[in-house]
Nanobody
Framework: QLVESGGGSVQAGGSLRLSCATFRITRSNYCVAWFRQAPGKEREAVAA????????VQYYADSVKGRFRISVNGNTMYLQLGSLQDDDTGMYYC??????????????????WGRGTQVTVS
């Protein structure tokens, strides 16, 4: 039910916008998030947002604060990536969880995952 798009290759300092089609999930009380995994590293949380009741409470990893922005519009979730650095290279995944699971930068909250979209910064 989650399909990412928008990845690609970009020069350092550039920007990208990732999209995640969530197919009805954002109509309910859900937490949606972006994670990433760099080659040879564990997957890490990037950003999360509560869609429940339109609260829009957002969470960001320290490494991306001020550079990335998560948002939701209808059934699509976005991650705007800015001031990209080499360390931002990786596979980016969107994820969703019923808000009852909790919401934040905790992978265990999220039972639903997309297949990922690659971001390469050079």
């Amino acid at each position: 039910q989650l399909v990412e798009s928008g990845g690609g290759s970009v020069q350092a300092g550039g920007s990208l916008r990732l999209s995640c089609a969530t197919f009805r999930i954002t109509r309910s009380n859900y937490c949606v998030a972006w994670f990433r995994q760099a080659p040879g590293k564990e997957r890490e949380a990037v950003a999360a947002i509560r869609t429940a009741g339109g609260s829009g409470v957002q969470y960001y990893a320290d490494s991306v604060k001020g550079r990335f922005r998560i948002s939701v519009n209808g059934n699509t979730m976005y991650l705007q990536l800015g001031s990209l650095q080499d360390d931002d290279t990786g596979m980016y995944y969107c994820a969703a969880a019923p808000v009852g699971n909790g919401c934040g930068l905790v992978e265990e909250y999220f039972p639903y995952w997309g297949r990922g979209t690659q971001v390469t910064v050079s």
